[in-house]
């Protein structure tokens, strides 16, 4: 099992704006997944960043969207089709940040 950096964006074709306070929530219930959310609305869309621990890439973004789904529905958001899913292994990420140092 690694741990995945998964970034999830739903958005919709229709005019529209997002509730703040909706957004604000959603920020709440993906902390403990150590979560970054944003949001825009040309066109209206909500996205989120957050940690995974799973066997692989697929399982991960999965996983994400499913999670990040049933976040914003708590959260208050709408429900918009997934446009984008992308995940990288978190040590990756670290490297890729620099090297480490001794």
Do not use: C, H
């Amino acid at each position: 099992m690694d741990w995945w950096s998964v970034k999830v964006e739903a958005r919709s074709d229709a005019a529209g704006a997002i509730d703040q306070a909706a957004i604000d929530r959603f920020l709440e219930l993906t902390r403990p997944y150590q979560g970054s959310v944003g949001a825009g609305s040309d066109p209206p869309r909500w996205g989120a960043t957050v940690s995974i621990e799973a066997a692989g890439v697929a399982e991960a973004v999965d996983e994400a969207v499913r999670l990040l789904t049933n976040l914003a529905v708590d959260a208050g958001l709408p429900v918009w089709p997934t446009v984008r899913a992308e995940a990288s292994r978190e040590d990756v990420l670290t490297w890729a940040a620099g090297p480490p140092t001794t």
